[in-house]
């Protein structure tokens, strides 16, 4: 078989087979054509890739036709019902796809540089085993696929018998979505910072974070004002936890003089962040004179 594969989004002839057909790719189309006939349209089109379509081939024996799309997905065809039999995502844009004679190898080609080879045995009775596609999804033999295959040499055979570790308690409410209890409790605990900071972003990147601040009494809202006034000067969280001292400022700052805890709480986060921005004025003024040091020995 002679395949090749076009850069331009019209279709085209790409692969040839047989006497008379073709193989041609487009856009996210694939279309097998019949140049003796008469009508002169195409056989089949096939638009099961979701972005353009960037290279095809045939398998070893020229039963099969492979796909490879931008998509990230390579697909397999059977070119006796135009049906895929197999699919394959990858982690970036498949740019060529191939395989070799005896289908024992599937070599494809990312836009990462990455070149990933897949082997398989094959077998005398390779082209009578049951077709992945014939099994319908859902089924009990679809989720049975492959549980009597046994591990290969370079297999990792992961132990049954070990006990599952347990979810913390913040990891479960934030499983059901319960997001004020997750903050709560991860506070209550008195993780280390690292661990509350990871629970505010996922806070931040699930968008709750104003709603899960909201609505709090003096209780509850002191452990996280006393979080920030003692982390927020650390280079690593600083930029979260400005993020939610400003919020915190929003909700709150129409009812400051109601709670003498909470009020001492926002008076001393106010003076963490003046001596702060004091400390590093002074840090780049020291940094301005040593590089006009550093530039005038360099001069000399």
Sequence with gaps: AVVSTQSTGSSGINAEYGGSMAISCGGNRIKVWDVHRPSGGPLAVLSNHQKTVSCISLDGTGTRLLSGSLDHQVKMYDLSTYKVTHSIKYASPVLSVGTTTSNSHLVVGCSDGVLNVRERPVGKDDAVKRPISAIKPGSFAYFAR???????????????????????????????????????????????????????????????????????????????????????????????????????????????????????????????????????????????????????????
């Design 146 to 300: 492959g549980k009597n295959i046994a591990p290969g040499p370079r297999d990792s055979i992961a132990d049954s018998g070990a006990k599952r570790q347990k979810l913390s308690k913040y990891d479960q409410h934030l499983k059901k979505f319960q997001y004020t209890e997750a903050l709560d409790s991860v506070l209550e605990t008195r993780q280390n910072a690292e661990v509350v900071v990871s629970v505010l972003q996922e806070l931040f990147r699930r968008d709750a974070m104003k709603s899960v601040l909201s609505g709090r009494n003096e209780q509850t809202l002191a452990p996280i004002l006393g979080f920030i006034v003692r982390n927020v000067t650390d280079p690593k969280h600083c930029t979260v936890l400005v993020d939610v001292a400003h919020i915190l400022t929003d909700l709150y700052s129409s009812v400051l003089g109601m709670s003498p805890a909470i009020d001492n709480l926002f008076e001393r986060l106010r003076r963490r962040l003046q001596w702060e921005i004091k400390a590093q004025e002074q840090y780049m003024k020291l940094q301005g004179a040593m590089e006009c040091i550093f530039s005038a020995s360099g001069l000399e």
